[in-house]
């Protein structure tokens, strides 16, 4: 298994574009978390999903990000329009079960200048 | 919000020596588990104990949990360059153990 992937690795854009983040968790998962990390407030859980259903977005900053899980092998988290203060490093992990913790994506780190 | 809080923020030690992180968290949990994350990657999960555990080993890690005072430690023995990483408590609540909240992490740095 290649593990959770990804894409992009980096991304840079400008403020007020749309910025899509993509995930793939690893097949059989039934869990799939968006994270985001900084080194002001460390990781935050932006959103996680079950069987592919939004099951708590309260960490969700504002309108401006959504995130969806069209079927299990997907997911996206998308910001529009993209800030400045949006800049971190965006993780996605999958989640098969207690006893094995997360797996968890290289990351995207957005820059937004 | 930061559910856990690492003790120390940074620790840098000789190679072979041992190293110990702590974690205090505030509410209650159903299990902890510890990541390790190196420069530039994501978080890697190293071990996990839950609430009625008080002791696990894995390797050259040794975790301890100690409920009535919400904390835990990560004992890294014969310390090695590779160890040279953050590590992170993460702690899932009584209420489903699938949504796990990260402390705030230490990071170690091993001295060839």
């Known amino acids: 298994d290649a593990g959770v992937i990804q894409s992009p690795r980096h991304e840079v854009t400008e403020m007020g574009q749309e910025v899509t983040l993509r995930c793939k968790p690893i097949?059989?998962?039934?869990?799939l978390f968006w994270y985001r990390q900084t080194m002001m407030r460390g990781l935050e859980l932006l959103i996680y999903f079950n069987n592919n259903v939004p099951i708590d977005d309260s960490g969700m900053p504002e309108d401006r990000f959504s995130a969806k899980m069209p079927n299990a092998s997907f997911s996206t988290l998308k910001i529009q329009p993209s800030e400045p203060r949006d800049s971190a490093v965006y993780f996605c992990?999958?989640?098969?079960?207690?006893?094995?913790?997360?797996?968890f994506g290289s990351g995207t780190r957005l820059t937004v200048v | 919000s930061q559910q856990g809080e690492e003790d120390p923020q940074a620790l840098s030690i000789q190679e072979g020596e041992n190293a110990t992180m702590n974690c205090s968290y505030k509410?209650?949990?159903?299990?902890l588990q510890w990541y390790r994350q190196n420069s530039g990657r994501g978080l890697v999960h190293l071990i996990l104990?839950?609430?009625?555990?008080r002791e696990k080993h894995s390797g050259r890690l040794r975790v301890t949990l100690d409920t009535s005072k919400k904390s835990s430690s990560l004992l890294i023995t014969a310390s090695r360059a590779a160890d040279t990483a953050s590590y992170f408590c993460a702690t899932g609540s009584n209420f489903g153990n699938e949504k796990l909240t990260f402390g705030t992490g230490t990071r170690l740095t091993i001295i060839p």
């Open positions: 992990a999958s989640y098969a079960g207690v006893t094995y913790g997360y797996t």
């Open positions: 097949s059989g998962h039934n869990s």
């Open positions: 104990i839950r609430s009625n555990e």
């Open positions: 509410t209650s949990i159903n299990n």
